[in-house]
């Protein structure tokens, strides 16, 4: 199983940055693609941002050009860099990572518990 980890959020000014962390551990021998997804109230998850193994992006509209998705794959982290937030940010920020644990086993999906963001206009 893997375990996801993750830090960062907090509130912030509108303007402001935030840098987001998830770092998996567990039975690990692949880590595949990573995203982030976020849930504001009443309104469905969204992707933020992909990146896979390779360092490919990809982000949702509303976020272009002011988040950075990257990862460490030493560290088998992945991070969110969020620069110019605004108040339609706010949301619950959720760490997502398809991984392999051994040579040949299927892609498993695991979801990170979640980190509020919250930025104030």
């Known amino acids: 199983q893997v375990q996801l980890v993750e830090s960062g959020g907090g509130l912030v000014q509108a303007g402001g940055s935030l840098r987001l962390s998830c770092a998996a551990t567990?039975?690990?021998?692949?880590?595949?693609?990573m995203s982030w997804y976020r849930q504001a109230p009443g309104k469905q998850r969204e992707v933020v941002a992909a990146?896979?193994?390779?360092?490919?992006?990809n982000y949702g509209d509303s976020v272009k050009g002011r988040f950075t998705i990257s990862r460490d794959n030493a560290k088998n982290t992945v991070y969110l860099q969020m620069n110019s937030l605004k108040p339609e940010d706010t949301a619950v920020y959720y760490c997502?990572?398809?991984?392999?644990?051994?040579?040949?086993?299927?892609?498993?999906?695991?979801w990170g518990q979640g980190t509020q963001v919250t930025v104030s206009s």
């Open positions: 997502n990572v398809y991984s392999q644990e051994y040579y040949g086993s299927a892609n498993q999906q695991t």
């Open positions: 567990g039975s690990i021998f692949s880590l595949n693609t």
């Open positions: 990146i896979t193994r390779t360092g490919f992006t």
